[in-house]
């Protein structure tokens, strides 16, 4: 029962691609006006907050295309219709930096980008981490850069990881592991 | 002379809406092979945390269609190419919340959305606060909720606010004015 809800009057797919999912729908505002609103549709995604076996935490270093540089970041993947978020946070676990987690725990819920994009991420605590063998996601280039948790949190606040999620996560690995 | 780099072989606009400006470009991997990257070309953005002058922050609450729900964030507005971030900063302010800062502190940069989207946040602080008449955005509906810093911080840790440049920015003014 919000005063500032805004509802659908149409909905049109401007764009389907091999990643994006471009929506305009047509809204009335809350004073009777209406007006459009672009958007992403997103499958939403999970954030893992890999604990390696020595205690460090699991960075990873990839290119980031839209940006033009290099992120350092927590791994992460879109969710999959068919899986758990559990299953998928376990498994780009192990396509990522090829590691099984022996304990995975849902830490928090974030939504990045709430202009122009429905997606929503649920960041997991990975534990007991176990090295595997695999480590073959087809057109991803990652760099495993495992880090001591306070070096982590000092390069937030140092300006130096500046992808949102992974700020997060590692605020919150300081919370729950300090 | 990263290692990881994806360097561009062409490019293409896919949609220039209101708000979204769509891109997919073909790109060489770091293997030789060769991949497409869809993304948003986005100005970029300011958050501000506005200290108010009884010494509780500025947070505000709107819909937000994407997600089909309210969200609490701090204010916030797209870069005009026009203007300074600063201005930007202290334009947005006033017209979101109705309030003329003495002082803008840059914060810190962050990057919400970097798997398909260019955007950049610098987030200020913003201190000296005075009221003035103007809260006057069209097409927007923004509800002021003046808020503890110590309880804005609470709202964080337990999930109530979701907005990662709300979550991220009231971490800093913890860490700043605590």
Redesign the interface.
Known sequence: M?????TRLSTER??K????D?W??K?E???GKS??????KHPGAVVIIPVLPDGKIGLI????????M??I?LPAGKLDESESHLVTAGRELEEEIGYKAGSLTEV????????????RMWIYLAEQLEVTKTNTDQ?E?I?LMPTELEEAVEMV?S?KI????T??GI?WAH?LLH
């Open positions: 919000s005063s500032l809800k805004e401007i764009y691609g091999r990643l994006l471009v305009k729908d809204v505002l809350p004073d007006s459009y609103r672009e958007f992403i270093r990839q290119y980031r295309y839209p940006m033009g290099e992120q970041e928090t819920e974030i939504h990045p980008c709430i202009g122009y994009s429905d997606e057109d280039f760099e606040w300006g500046t992808d949102v999620k700020i997060i605020l919370r």
